[in-house]
């Protein structure tokens, strides 16, 4: 006689679809944010930065506020925190500057592996910063991450030009957005947060655009708004896939995006890596998959 599973069975393997779900909405992320990024670069090549971006974030903002709205209401939006707000839009806004001078300057597959190295300064700031204890394994596994930045920047060898310097002062930036996120989750909203620093940068944007604006053409206003989009969707993924699978298993998963980024450079623009390049990334995401797999208490 044939038995039917029970609860336990049941919940296991809703849970196991969740994580692989999460798993998906993560690998999703890190498309859309190297589409947004290719999309961002050959925009670059016309458009002056302070346009881009403020055009960009308008766009994102389209999609942003109906889903917020559509989520909990006006009320969503809502700033407790408005010192804390400001400042994570402010490294938002300079983070973004970095990170696409760097994309308009350096192929991006070299910008998105530099990048990478967010996580590490997320935990080495994480003790001066939110007073947190850092284990002596973590500290052991940012100096080896480091180590793989040094060795994707190579300063001193021939190769070596000051362009290397914007995607690592985009990560550090960005290692400060996400140390304040941490934050700010505790009295605003996700939606909130998101909302308000996508608005502070694309005033950024806007405020340098009428300097050196550069008139749209039809083609380049449908690519800005699919940057736009894009990138919405890229937040929107990530915070699914986090919703839906615990953080250690699904995020590692972002660094699925340097195997797009390698794509997009040799396809569109014909970069190719060096090993250099392929050989201090891997260092760096070994470190990072290192620190996302270990418990809360080891950390």
Do not use: C
Not at 47 to 64: D, E, F, T
Not at 74 to 94: C, K, N, T
Not at 107 to 129: D, E, G, H, N
Not at 189 to 216: D, K, N, Q
């Amino acid at each position: 006689m044939s038995q039917t599973p029970g609860p336990t069975f049941q919940h296991t393997t809703d849970a196991a679809a969740a994580q692989t779900r999460g798993i998906v909405a993560m690998m999703f992320s890190a498309l859309f944010l190297m589409l947004g990024d290719a999309i961002s670069k050959y925009l670059l090549q016309t458009y002056p930065l302070g346009q881009l971006i403020g055009l960009r974030q308008g766009a994102a903002l389209l999609i942003i506020l109906p889903w917020a709205l559509a989520v909990g209401g006006p009320a969503i939006l809502r700033m407790v925190s408005w010192r804390g707000q400001l400042i994570r839009g402010l490294l938002f806004l300079a983070g973004t500057f970095a990170i696409l001078t760097g994309l308009h300057l350096l192929p991006i597959a070299t910008v998105t592996a530099i990048a990478f190295a967010s996580p590490l300064f997320v935990a080495a700031l994480s003790a001066p910063i939110l007073g947190e204890k850092v284990a002596l394994r973590v500290w052991i596994a940012i100096i080896i991450g480091f180590i793989g930045v040094l060795v994707m920047v190579r300063p001193g060898a021939s190769s070596f030009e000051w362009a290397l310097l914007l995607p690592l002062i985009g990560a550090a930036v960005n290692g400060l957005r996400d140390l304040v996120s941490r934050r700010l989750s505790r009295t605003d909203h996700t939606l909130s947060i998101l909302f308000w620093s996508t608005l502070i940068v694309g005033v950024g944007g806007a405020l340098l655009a009428p300097f050196t604006w550069v008139p749209l053409t039809t083609t380049a206003t449908l690519w800005i708004l699919a940057a736009g989009v894009l990138n919405a969707a890229a937040h929107f993924a990530m915070i699914e896939g986090l919703r839906l699978g615990r953080a250690a298993i699904v995020t590692p998963f972002k660094y699925t995006g340097l195997l797009w980024a390698v794509l997009l450079g040799v396809l569109v623009w014909g970069d190719w890596p060096d090993r250099w390049l392929l050989l201090g990334a891997a260092i760096v995401i070994g470190a990072g998959v290192y620190m996302s797999r270990l418990p809360a208490g080891a950390r």
